[in-house]
Every structure is written in C-alpha cells, then in structure tokens.
C-alpha cells in the first residue's frame, strides 16, 4: 500500500486518544505515562530525520516513523499494571506492544508485508541485540528504529543528569554512587566492544558504562552524526571518576562512534569506494534494506 501524510496523521490521533487514557492519582505512574507519550512522539520524527538523511523514499520513512510511533505502547499497560518500566520484573514491553497493535486493529490499512514489518519491529526493538533469521527488510527497519529510541533515550538521560524533576532518578534503584570503580564485567563488556548486560550494572558508573556501550549497537553513519553533535557520550564521562580504564573505555567508544559517523563519507578504501559505487546505482528500495 502507497503510504500517505493523511494515514500518519490518523495513526498519531490514535496514539494520542490511547495515550490518553492512561492517568492515575499517582504521581509517578502520571510522569510515568508523560514521559513515554513525549517520547514516542519524538522517537517518531527523529525516526523520520533519520530516515530523510539516508534518502529512504516516501513509503519507507512513514513506515519508520510508524514503527517510531507505536514502538513503546505497550509501555502505558506495562506502567499501568506493574508500575515499572523494568521488563525483568514485569512483561516484555515489545511483545506486549505488538499485542495491544493486533487486538486494535491499529494497521489494518497497511497491507500484509507493511504491518508484519511494524509487528516485528515493535516486538524486537527492546531486545539486546537484532534478530537472527529474518530477512534484510525487517533487521533495517528494526535496526533503525532501535538507532532513534537509543537517540532519545540518551536526552532523556542528559536531562536526568541536569536534575530535571519530570525524569526522575539518573540511575536504577538499589545501586551505589558514582564515586568509584566499576565492575569487572562491565570494563571486559567495553573492552570487547559489546554492550553491557544490564544485570552487571552495581553502580552508578557501571550505569553510566552501560549507557556508554550503547555506541557499539548503533547501525547507521546519521544516528552517529547527531550522538557525536549532541555530545551524549562527552556528558556521561563528566560524571565518571577519573580512572584510567574507564577513560580508555570511554575514548575506545568515542573513536568507535567517530568511525560509524564518517561511514557515510570519505575515508573509504578502493574497494568501499566500488562497493559504495554499485550500491548507489541501485534503487532506493534496494538500497534501504542493504545500509
């Protein structure tokens, strides 16, 4: 099905009306709900300005700002139900999504490849790495749109560090201050160039590691770009002490993330320059599923 402004504007006028059915007397599930509304809103454009940058055509970057759309809705229940936004100690979050998605009917106008698409990015955007065995189409979109969630996750992480009271705590409850080492899984997680598994996390600096290591799940030159110029990384490593594995660690992420930024553009061997040639002559919808 051709993809329209008219069908997206539909689509956001759902989310709001849902959205908007979720309000309780409790104060945190209220800034529970507010925050995840803004978030999904934002994720969806920044999805789009992603999407724009790569020169996806019309069809594609709406069916990514959908998937931007509708990626956390199952977060309003899951907070709801459970007051918390911790899957392992409530639902998985994605699943659920996808769920609420099915029974409402939400996509029927997209036709059958489209919604399976938005299904299964909804399901696997939460999940620490990308589906094996699915095909191009759906590890691009679902790719992208973990790329836009990380993007605004790490503004809503900086306004917690500036003390802004609408986010909340900086880091998970139960761990100690950032004033000291980090966990000895953490640092082998960062030396390797992987993410850290959220169970290691015992302290604040290993929550900011944590964060760090995000960079090393980043898919696309763009969501690079805008990490390095909005200075996400540069603003977590204020807060780490001054050790110097960690600062090897976060120096390994920075070069890292100045790599994939510069993928887009010079830099590129005889062969990246011939391999970057023959994708170029291709069509925009070849090209989408091969970034």
């Known amino acids: 099905m051709q993809l329209n402004k008219i069908l997206m504007k539909e689509l956001i006028q759902w989310f709001l009306n849902?959205?908007?059915?979720?309000?309780?007397?409790?104060?945190?599930?209220?800034?529970?709900?507010?925050?995840?509304?803004?978030?999904?809103?934002?994720?969806?454009?920044?999805?789009?300005?992603?999407?724009?940058?790569?020169?996806?055509?019309?069809?594609?970057?709406?069916?990514?700002?959908?998937?931007?759309?509708?990626?956390?809705?199952?977060?309003?229940?899951?907070?709801?139900?459970?007051?918390?936004?911790?899957?392992?100690?409530?639902?998985?979050?994605?699943?659920?999504?996808?769920?609420?998605?099915?029974?409402?009917?939400?996509?029927?106008?997209?036709?059958?490849?489209?919604?399976?698409?938005?299904?299964?990015?909804?399901?696997?955007?939460?999940?620490?790495?990308?589906?094996?065995?699915?095909?191009?189409?759906?590890?691009?979109?679902?790719?992208?749109?973990?790329?836009?969630?990380?993007?605004?996750?790490?503004?809503?992480?900086r306004n917690k560090l500036t003390g802004d009271p609408h986010f909340g705590a900086v880091s998970p409850s139960g761990v100690a201050p950032c004033n000291g080492g980090c966990s000895k899984k953490v640092l082998e997680s960062l030396e390797k160039g992987s993410i850290v598994d959220y169970e290691d996390i015992k302290s604040a600096t290993d929550y900011r590691l944590f964060l760090v290591s995000w960079v090393y799940d980043i898919k696309h030159p763009p969501t690079a770009k805008r990490l390095k110029e909005r200075r996400y990384i540069a603003q977590l490593q204020q807060g780490l002490p001054g050790i110097p594995q960690i600062n090897q660690a976060v120096c390994n992420a920075l070069e890292f993330l100045e790599k994939k930024a510069s993928g887009e553009n010079g830099g590129l061997s005889l062969a990246g320059r011939r391999k970057r040639a023959a994708w170029e002559s291709k069509s925009h919808h070849e090209q989408q599923f091969e970034e």
């Not at 978030?39 to 940058?53: F, P, R």
């Not at 999940?127 to 191009?136: F, I, T, V």
């Open 18 to 157: 849902y959205a908007s059915m979720f309000t309780s007397p409790e104060p945190e599930k209220e800034k529970m709900f507010a925050v995840k509304k803004e978030h999904s809103m934002i994720v969806c454009h920044e999805i789009g300005q992603l999407g724009q940058e790569m020169h996806l055509d019309q069809d594609a970057i709406i069916l990514a700002r959908i998937m931007g759309l509708f990626h956390d809705v199952g977060r309003f229940e899951q907070a709801k139900r459970f007051g918390t936004f911790k899957d392992s100690c409530s639902l998985d979050h994605g699943e659920l999504g996808e769920q609420i998605l099915r029974e409402n009917q939400v996509i029927n106008k997209l036709d059958h490849v489209q919604r399976e698409l938005v299904f299964k990015a909804v399901r696997y955007h939460n999940r620490k790495m990308l589906p094996s065995g699915e095909d191009r189409a759906c590890l691009f979109y679902t790719s992208l749109l973990r790329d836009a969630d990380k993007l605004d996750i790490y503004r809503v992480i």
